[in-house]
């Protein structure tokens, strides 16, 4: 915690504020001070911290990944490698589990998912004043280094899902059968609008739930460290108890983030199908 | 929490991810685990046939033992048949031997017999002339009687 007697809104603030970079109040280029000048920005401006946290951890799962899969052989893996496998056949498992059609790229779509999302979820568990305080230290206003508990990094990845599943709806049911989905059914053609309306809605709902789900129970439980952080400056009872309950949070914290990823993989998963089934 | 570009910055880094992954991770990855387990099928096929091989070979190594069991006692009754044969045979010779010594023996024993009597009859035969000769000399000329004494002679 920096060292001015920050009031605990302030600090909560401080936390959930991304390091926005682009264009200030003045004209000049940089990065945003604080979270008005931030959202005076508007859509121009990109956060840094989520793009360079979570390019970090991509490319640490990729060049991980990457070298075993070099030296992947058909003799006994060892180390990492049964680690490796035993994710990709995991993977594997839950695509062959709930994807029907035929489609080479779902499977390692479904891996990069999972992995990349649980990478970026797990910085929830490093202490959450560690970051930021060096970042401040060094001279850098806002650091959050959870990606997944901004919403354009979740948006990001459930609006590239579902332009994915319009690619693959055209491809495979053609532009009739996908228009068609969309607007004869389920009421017959005379209740073409109603229809039009439920099945855009339920589309539409695909990505706004993929990304709400990650990133609302990111956000909710980086909340909710935050204010147990809050109880460090409270005394010893209260530092104490915050403590234990950091910890508890934690232990429960290592659940959710990796039932996020499961569930953003597999939803994943069951859209693209539901994107290459002909008819249903 | 604006939207802002890092939106679409995050879909870019997003796929391009997602493509790497699908390049260069996933196939070497698959391909290996399904070697593996194309290996581990094989071996265990092979394993299998082994087995299968190694239980027909016992029961061929029991059957041919069988066999040689058989024929070890076939050539044994059959040895035992030909002892017998031989002692039987041995046994025939000899009874026959014994006969023919036997015969041979008692053909010796009646010649001996024969002979005997022919010179216990010359004998008789000579004591009774001799006995007639002296009664004879007495009473009987032995010019005028010769035919009569050489014709009892010759009947002796």
Known sequence: ?280 | MNINLTLIGQSITFAIFVWFCMKFIWPPIVNALEARRKQIADGLAAADRGKHELELAAKRASESLHEAKMKAVEIISQAERRANEIVDAAKNDAKAEGERQLAAAQAEIEQEAFRAREQLRAQVAALVVAGAEKVLRREVDAKAHADLLTTIQNEL
Request: aromatic residues 14%; negative net charge; proline residues 5%.
């Open chain 1, 1 to 280: 915690m920096s060292a001015e007697a920050h009031t605990s809104t302030e600090y909560i603030k401080h936390h959930l504020q991304n390091l926005t970079f682009g264009q200030l109040p003045d004209g000049s280029w940089g990065v945003a001070h604080s979270p008005e000048q931030a959202k005076a920005m508007g859509f121009w401006a990109i956060n840094l911290d989520t793009m360079g946290f979570s390019i970090l951890l991509g490319a640490l799962f990729l060049f991980l990944f990457y070298r075993a899969a070099k030296s992947a052989t058909s003799s006994a893996p060892s180390g990492f490698m049964n680690f490796v496998e035993v994710m990709v056949e995991f993977v594997d498992n839950s695509v062959k589990g709930s994807f029907t059609a035929r489609n080479p790229m779902v499977a390692p779509l479904a891996l990069t998912i999972f992995i990349w999302i649980f990478l970026m979820n797990l910085m929830d568990l490093v202490p959450i004043d560690w970051l930021p305080g060096i970042a401040s230290w060094l001279g850098v206003p806002y650091l959050k280094v959870v990606p997944t508990t901004d919403p354009n990094a979740t948006f990001g990845m459930s609006i590239a899902v579902f332009l994915l599943v319009l690619y693959y709806s055209f491809k495979m049911k053609g532009v009739g059968g996908f228009v068609g989905e969309l607007t004869l059914q389920p009421f017959g053609k005379w209740g073409l609008p109603a229809n039009l309306f439920l099945e855009g809605v339920n589309l539409i709902a695909k990505p706004v739930s993929l990304a709400l789900r990650l990133f609302g129970n990111m956000y909710a439980g980086e909340m909710i460290f935050i204010l147990i952080a809050l109880l460090f400056a409270q005394g010893a009872v209260l530092a104490l108890t915050g403590g234990v309950l950091q910890w508890v949070w934690a232990v429960f914290h290592i659940l959710v983030i990796t039932l996020q990823a499961f569930i953003f993989m597999t939803l994943t998963i069951v859209y693209l199908d539901m994107a290459h089934q002909e008819h249903h």
